[in-house]
């Protein structure tokens, strides 16, 4: 009977802690009045602050669409940059709420860090850019070359793979952020900098002469890019999952900034396009929101394709195509869970 007691004792703190997990993150950003959103310490087109210190970018407008839906607005976000080493352990010690900052999903991170990963918004994998003037055209022939990386990133691991499978050798030059990197490179502190490709065409657009840097053809890794919250409140990673399932089916539904005002009205023909905006079902409370989550995000950011073109499509400085990243039904790979 003791034994009994005493599993029973453990199995009802077992509970208190889960259900204490479970139900904190939403009502703490609710509380506060603003969400937390741990991003990098600056990669143009991705997640960058201005002069007056207003960040803009493709990672950034995902953090305004989790903001618009959960607190009504998408300005009410405080932003955490973070370096590739301490982005995981800012999330995981509370002092961020959610994580968009161009990090990629791997099996360590999500079992052994602790972290749930939302859906992919890019599929992306690593490269290399080099000064033209070396006359190299292939990551092959980088035998003994020095070259930057950020430290605390799979692109270490995947250099030394690359490497070792290549049987050619290399010096590393370790650095903290995109800029340390971009100063070493310039500075000729290095001969290559590697990183995700969308990671180089960004830092090379912020370049004085681009033209005169190229990125080689190979892609050595995938680099599948999302967000991430912590283990143990599912109730909010449902609500990130779902705000990037939101924008990625609102493009393909034809819901922009524009038109969601007017769409969102009352119940059209369309039931995914009712579901989406909150016409129809009841899918908001089933994520601890209201039923307009949804528009909010899209009124906020609009939907992905505008937020790509927007920040880093081929018409910026960035100039990225949208390649995988293109919806499913337009060549692409990107494809969201539907909302029924």
Not at 50 to 74: I, P, Y
Not at 275 to 294: C, H, K, N, P, V
Request: aromatic share 8%.
């Amino acid at each position: 009977m003791k034994l009994s007691i005493k599993y029973a004792a453990a199995a009802v703190a077992l509970a208190s802690v889960a259900g204490t997990a479970q139900a904190g993150t939403l009502e703490d950003v609710k509380a506060r009045g603003e969400l937390n959103c741990v991003v990098s310490t600056g990669v143009a087109g991705f997640a960058a602050p201005d002069d007056k210190g207003a960040w803009s970018g493709f990672d950034v407008d995902f953090c305004r669409a989790v903001a618009a839906a959960v607190l009504g607005d998408g300005s009410k976000v405080s932003f955490v940059p973070t370096t590739g080493k301490t982005r995981f352990t800012v999330l995981n010690s509370g002092e961020g709420d959610i994580l968009f900052r161009n990090t990629t999903e791997t099996m360590s991170r999500d079992a052994d860090l602790k972290l749930t990963f939302l859906p992919v918004n890019y599929y992306d994998g690593q490269g290399f850019m080099i000064p033209k003037a070396l006359g190299v055209t292939s990551a092959k022939d980088l035998d003994g070359a020095s070259i930057c990386i950020q430290t605390g990133t799979t692109t270490e691991l995947n250099l030394a793979d690359y490497f070792r499978t290549n049987g050619i050798s290399y010096e590393p030059v370790p650095v903290e952020t995109n800029a340390e990197a971009q100063t070493n490179y310039l500075g000729g502190r290095c001969d290559v900098f590697t990183t995700d490709a969308s990671g180089l065409a960004s830092t090379r657009a912020s370049f004085e002469a681009p033209a005169e840097h190229i990125i080689l053809p190979e892609i050595i890794s995938k680099e599948p890019l999302g967000g991430a919250v912590r283990h143990g409140d599912d109730q909010w990673a449902d609500i990130g999952k779902w705000v990037v399932n939101a924008l990625i089916n609102a493009e393909e539904l034809g819901i922009t900034q524009a038109n969601v005002d007017e769409m969102g009205k009352a119940a059209g023909d369309n039931p995914s396009v009712n579901r989406l905006l909150g016409t129809e079902g009841d899918f908001g409370s089933m994520i601890g929101l209201d039923a307009q989550w949804a528009m909010r995000a899209i009124q906020a950011v609009g939907n992905y394709g505008e937020s790509f073109d927007r920040n880093i499509g081929p018409s910026t400085a960035i100039g990225l195509e949208r390649g995988l990243n293109a919806q499913w039904k337009d060549g692409g790979i990107l494809y969201a869970a539907p909302i029924r």
